[in-house]
């Protein structure tokens, strides 16, 4: 077992106080009791349920010890293996202090309206070929996620990419200055969290919060193809960032798309990074990840990783559960496609995964389908960006749309009949009307907003038509940009 912390080191970082036997060091960080491994260390962090109620469970399943709020001591035993701080977030955000204090890792910093995930997923890829590399997992990305995150990084790690959300402004600001990445990343701006901002130019400006952490000497990466490059980059240098590194199609970009072919389950990219130009393949469809692979390039370079090595790299990514994952099912009388694009959406997500649909190939009698929940958090522009769907589901020849939520009633009303699969209150109400309307030769998207509960719609498909072929490149047509 390989120890992440010595327990005299944790102690010291967190100003605990040691009860009971305690292990010599402990080999992870957990704050999931369910999930946690032998010899890991359990945080009782109070969220959305409290911590402290689940320490027993933790130290069953075998953790080494468990770190608690001293006002709670007095509901364990005297002999239980125990770090008792005065608050256990707090602790935890002391803890990654010191992870980032005794770290010589290059930090990357990403964040941006969409992509994120994809982006920091990509990166762990590319520069883990480089070498030892540190990544956030699952959605450790808030004001709980980035401290577990940073301390969970290993010592020797030579790379750590640290994912960065927030819902209002003022949330980025503290996690930047706790990671003080050496890189700050910014895939795009899009109306996201929108109802919090009433405009792109603030979503703009809180995601630009990322640049108070930077490292002196550090870079900031920008999207050049969006309206909002400017601002952006005028916030990294009113921060005082040194250098500012674009990537996009436009002509200027320091990572330049020259050329893309898009695939069912992969693209294939030719590109200029700096004064490189270079082929290479993404192992997952879809144009954001051509576009976001640049920035992924770009940033490898920044940090001194090997651009080769990287590049060959993003052959292996896959997509990350719930975005853009082509699912081939059998249906009665041969084969359908089924696309999960269940786990998030918002304007330009939807549209991006309405794009990939219109490249699908569909059979002789299929049809392209779009099962679309509630786009969440756009505040009072929600109803116009529901309606503007029209226009990308006519531009993508998409034949069949079937809607859930009180806002996708707005599109539902201004389909064309002809395009009217079936509109229901919500995902569970829609789930029998999709299963029944697919047959041979289909391509079925499903996208919404995780409160939108389109996740149950892929299983229901999924149970009742059980995977029977393999996606190959014949599912969706390639397409081309030239840059």
């Not at 491994?37 to 399943?61: M, S, Y």
């Not at 003080?180 to 109802?195: G, K, M, N, S």
């Not at 991006?352 to 049809?367: E, S, T, Y």
């Not at 009303?413 to 041979?440: H, I, N, T």
Request: charged share 20%; aromatic share 4%.
């Amino acid at each position: 077992m390989t120890a992440l912390w010595t327990v005299d080191a944790m102690a010291d970082a967190m100003g605990a106080q040691r009860q009971g036997a305690l292990p010599p060091s402990i080999c992870g960080i957990s704050i999931d009791s369910g999930s946690i491994a032998p010899g890991e260390a359990f945080f009782a962090i109070a969220d959305r349920r409290d911590g402290h109620d689940f320490v027993a469970a933790a130290l069953a399943a075998g953790a080494g010890l468990a770190v608690i709020a001293a006002e709670r001591r007095g509901q364990f035993a005297g002999d239980l293996p125990l770090l008792v701080v005065p608050e256990v977030r707090t602790g935890l955000r002391d803890l990654a202090a010191a992870a980032r204090a005794r770290t010589a890792a290059t930090v990357i910093g990403v964040t941006g309206s969409v992509g994120k995930t994809g982006t920091k997923e990509a990166l762990r890829l590319a520069l883990s070929k480089d070498g030892k590399t540190h990544a956030s997992t699952a959605s450790s990305d808030n004001h709980w996620g980035v401290p577990l995150s940073l301390a969970r990084c290993p010592a020797d790690a030579r790379y750590a990419v640290l994912e960065m959300a927030m819902n209002h402004a003022g949330e980025i600001a503290p996690l930047t200055r706790l990671a003080r990445p050496h890189l700050a990343l910014i895939t795009t701006i899009a109306p996201v969290h929108l109802e919090f901002f009433g405009s792109l130019t603030k979503i703009a400006d809180a995601k630009a919060e990322i640049f108070l952490g930077l490292e002196p000497g550090g870079a900031a990466v920008l999207n050049r193809d969006i309206a909002q490059f400017a601002q952006l980059k005028r916030r990294a240098e009113e921060a005082g960032v040194a250098r500012v590194v674009s990537f996009g199609e436009h002509a200027k970009a320091d990572a330049r798309l020259l050329k893309c072919a898009l695939h069912p389950h992969c693209s294939a990219v030719v590109a200029r990074i700096f004064d490189t130009e270079l082929t290479y393949k993404i192992g997952a469809p879809g144009r954001h990840l051509v576009d976001n692979s640049l920035a992924v390039l770009a940033t490898s370079v920044l940090a001194g990783a090997d651009l080769a090595l990287a590049a060959l790299a993003l052959c292996e990514f896959k997509a990350v559960a719930g975005r853009v994952a082509p699912i081939g099912i059998e249906v009665a009388g041969g084969p359908a496609l089924l696309i999960d694009e269940s786990c998030n959406a918002n304007p330009a997500s939807v549209a991006a995964a309405l794009a990939l649909l219109g490249q699908a190939k569909i059979g002789a009698r299929g049809r392209r389908i779009a099962v679309l929940g509630d786009m969440l958090e756009l505040g009072g522009k929600g109803a116009a960006h529901h309606r503007a769907l029209l226009k990308p589901i006519v531009d993508n020849a998409v034949d069949l749309v079937f809607c859930c939520g009180p806002l996708m009633r707005r599109l539902w009303q201004a389909l064309p009949p002809s395009r009217r699969g079936f509109y229901a209150e919500d995902a569970a109400a829609l789930e029998r009307q999709v299963v029944a309307a697919l047959r041979a030769g289909d391509v079925v998207m499903v996208k919404g907003s995780l409160g939108s509960r389109m996740g149950p719609i892929v299983k229901a498909l999924q149970r009742a038509y059980p995977q029977a072929h393999t996606v190959d490149d014949h599912s969706l047509e390639s397409a081309s940009a030239q840059g």
